[in-house]
């Protein structure tokens, strides 16, 4: 049975979708860039942004009693492939044993002119 993942310690969906959809042992998470659930803000260099949404996603997976150590794959979409140094070093320390599966792709622009966005699949 599909069940809706919703969250107030990430930022609400900014369209038509779910912060996440739980289908059996299975979570998929929608891509997150890094708004401030609060404020409702996007803002900060690609460190201070990469470092955000992956707060975010870590809500999304709390919120489906899991963490990073379920997450079984990952996309990072970067609109500037010069960030990508920068961007896995950040990422990878949420992931320091066994890391997913992972796609790196580069893109022309992003919501709210985000400079990164990162969206998981989980598995429990």
């Known amino acids: 049975m599909k069940k809706i993942v919703l969250t107030k310690e990430a930022p609400a969906p900014?369209?038509?979708?779910?912060?996440?959809?739980?289908?059996?042992?299975?979570?998929?998470?929608?891509?997150?860039?890094?708004?401030?659930?609060?404020?409702?803000?996007l803002s900060g260099d690609i460190r201070e942004q990469t470092e955000k949404l992956m707060k975010n996603?870590?809500?999304?997976?709390?919120?489906?009693e899991?963490?990073?150590?379920?997450?079984v794959k990952t996309t990072i979409f970067l609109t500037d492939m010069k960030d990508f140094s920068t961007v896995n070093e950040i990422y990878g320390r949420f992931f320091p044993q066994y890391p997913p599966a992972?796609?790196?792709?580069?893109?022309?622009?992003?919501?709210?002119?985000?400079k990164v966005e990162?969206?998981?699949t989980a598995h429990r």
């Open 14 to 41: 900014i369209g038509p979708y779910s912060q996440a959809v739980a289908m059996g042992p299975l979570l998929f998470c929608s891509g997150q860039i890094a708004i401030d659930p609060i404020t409702n803000e």
């Open 66 to 71: 899991m963490n990073f150590s379920h997450v």
């Open 102 to 114: 992972r796609s790196t792709v580069a893109v022309a622009a992003l919501p709210k002119n985000a």
């Open 57 to 64: 996603i870590e809500a999304v997976l709390k919120a489906n």
């Open 118 to 120: 990162v969206e998981v």
